[in-house]
Nanobody
Framework: QLRLVESGGALVQPGGSLTLSCTASGFTLNRYAIGWFRQAPGKEREGVSSISSNGFTRYADSVKGRFTIYRDNAKNTVYLQMNALKPEDTTLYYC???????????????WGQGTQVTVSS
């Protein structure tokens, strides 16, 4: 069974850092593009960052310079390092696997259940 599991979400103060993990079971993650998305209540799910199977990365303008996506193929895991967090980064974060790393949700076939990030003092 193909499965993605996110972890690492937490409550953090503004300006703080978190690293989210996306671990796959049932398939080899490095054969897929992996995207991180987020969705606030009542809003559309938006692309945050993605990494292609050969390591090409993309970032939404709102997180450029603050977030970094990278892979650890030995652990079958993709990470999202988030620095300089802002209250507006608060929401549920999802990872997804797809055929290319275009940051459009319809491009991704497999989704995790999400992990909550809350940025608040």
């Amino acid at each position: 069974q193909l499965r993605l599991v996110e972890s690492g979400g937490a409550l953090v103060q503004p300006g703080g850092s978190l690293t989210l993990s996306c671990t796959a079971s049932g398939f080899t993650l490095n054969r897929y593009a992996i995207g991180w998305f987020r969705q606030a209540p009542g809003k559309e799910r938006e692309g945050v960052s993605s990494i292609s199977s050969n390591g090409f990365t993309r970032y939404a303008d709102s997180v450029k310079g603050r977030f970094t996506i990278y892979r650890d193929n030995a652990k079958n895991t993709v990470y999202l390092q988030m620095n300089a967090l802002k209250p507006e980064d608060t929401t549920l974060y999802y990872c997804a696997a797809g055929s290319s790393n275009i940051l459009v949700k319809t491009n991704y076939n497999y989704w995790g259940q999400g992990t909550q990030v809350t940025v608040s003092s």
